[in-house]
């Protein structure tokens, strides 16, 4: 069968390319608009254009009121499944709306309104969501920061986004671990310079916090006294424009970026994106299995399925664990999940435990018909064992936190392509992708460059960074004029399929999550006995690529190397959080450097790697290499 004859991709994205403002404008009927766009683009806005200039709208009232006016208010919204919490509970679009009222009118009496932030440092939990939709809907700007951050990275976001008020709750549950949140908030605060006026925290029952008089609130009590007197707030209007959310994201340096999205184009793409990416009808049950802290689970564990009328899976576990391989199986078949996204690296740990998929067979997953994969390269080791296991199509698709969406997929929706694996395949309408020399000329077909997309991006894609213009154009459009540099390598081949095969900055993948090298070398050299550092991502079987740091002592240190390793490992667990998953520190004589003093990280890498690497020319004294090489050996790695 020519799977590619009956897919209506190539018709759709020609004419999302010839005619943009008349594809989105069509896109933009499946939202409920309170006045229309007075232009669709508006090149002269902001940075590089803006979409949707002069809308008004509110994105809460998209997610959950016009589905209960319109016949859905008795359907599930959120599934809310934790087996680490033993926990399972179901919201219909009804129920959370009414949760979603309370909370917004509670964040008013505490003086939040449009255009103020609010941090959210939450593990999975339903309030989670229910904290961001109240926040759109009085038009505060939300900024979710991922549990696993430690209180310095909490305290970076806070300074930057200056929040009136931060919602957390008492602790996070990872396997066979409470993990306490407060201390780690308290800290933050301590360590920040704006303060927040107020805290709202969810006490949790595995480790209830202690309550700082006068700062912090008691959630449960606030919900409860909201309901008993009746508390609503209604949906404030806001422009397409306004920010909707800012996510902080990793950038070259320890300072991370806050990424802004705004109200009208996040919705007109995401909601697209439901039925014509991922091919999904209002009222199917759909599975994002990552967090609410990343974008993926912004875009679509909350946001997305609730703007389609979608019912969505909020879990709170893990892949393996919680409590065994056959965790995802369960989840799909109990709730008749029609389809799952999640990271490969999540597959990898199934495959691991469970090579053969035995837990697998126990389940009923006759309802399932597609697994996404995001959030790093599948590799098709994972792809091809998860096609043979599920037997539905595996779709890798390729996105970043900028853009809030998917730059290159297999769009379900509109017919199937070939899959060809290690490709995500071909870019979504609005975006046009190119690949490029260092001169920013196209280069042919199957040759590795930069990825670059052309301007303007489509919408939901960033605007710009939070109250940073100059750092958004440095940072993306500057080197490449005209276009927005992704930081991402790779070729088309001759059909137009992408294949991302890696940065070109220094940020590496861990788990799925991103991280900058850059921002754990400032944590290492903040170490009293360390004189210089190197961080690299080497291969890991399980998270794709994870830190190992290299460090040079100050002459005179006499202490034992192994003791300042470890407290060296301690410091960027304490320091960025153990999502960094940073475990791998090794003391070292000298670092390898070109004449010039420019450190050689990519041939220590591959050493890691086990690569193949050839002597760099400009290299100072090839012998340190060697002496790289027995260290990593020492420690276990490229042998
Ligand atoms: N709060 C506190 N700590 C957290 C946390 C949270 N929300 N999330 C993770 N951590 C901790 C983990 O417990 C772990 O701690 P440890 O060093 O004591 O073991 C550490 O951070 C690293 O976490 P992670 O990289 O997630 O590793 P893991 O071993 O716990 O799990 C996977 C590995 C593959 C199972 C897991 O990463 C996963 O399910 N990933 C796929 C989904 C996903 O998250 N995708 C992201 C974007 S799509
Ligand atoms: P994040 O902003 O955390 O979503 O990370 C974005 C980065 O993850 C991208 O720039 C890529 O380097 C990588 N990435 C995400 N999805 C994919 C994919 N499908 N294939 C290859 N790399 C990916």
Redesign the pocket.
Known sequence: MDVKSQSRYHEVYARAQKDPEGFWAEAAREIDWIEPAKRIFDPKEGVYGRWFTGAVCNTCYNALDRHVARGRADQTAIIYDSPVANAKRRFTYAELLDEVKALAATLQDFGVTKGDRVILYM?MVPEAAIAMLACARIGAVHSVV???FAARELATRIDDAKPKLILSASC?I??G?V?PYKPLLDEAIKLARSKPHACIILQRPQAEAAMIGGRDHDWAALREQAKRTGKSADCVPVLATDPLYILYTSGTTGIPKGVVRDNGGHMVALKWSMQHLYGIDPGEVWWT???V??V?GHSYIVYAPLFHGATSILYEG???GTPNAGAFWRVISEHGAVALF??P??F??IKKEDPQGTFFGRYDLSKFRTLFL??ERADPDTLVWAENLLHVPVIDHWWQTETGWCIAGNPMGLGQLPVKHGSPTVPMPGYDVQIVDEAAKPVPANKMGSIVIKLPLPPACLPTLWQQDARFRESYLTEFPGYYKTADAGFKDEDGYLYIMGRTDDIIN????RLSTGGIEEVLASHPDVAECAVIGIKDS??GEVPCGFVVLKSGVARAPNAIEREIVQLVRDKI???A?FKLAITVARLPKTRSGKILRGTMKKIADGDSWTMPATIDDPAILDEIGASLKEHGVGA
Do not use: M, N, Q, Y
């Open positions: 593990p991922f549990g696993g996070g990872e396997v671990r993990v299995a990552s967090d802290g990343w993926v893990k892949p393996v999640t990271a690296t999540a990898r740990a995001a959030g861990v788990a799925g999550h399980l998270k959080g153990p999502v998953a």
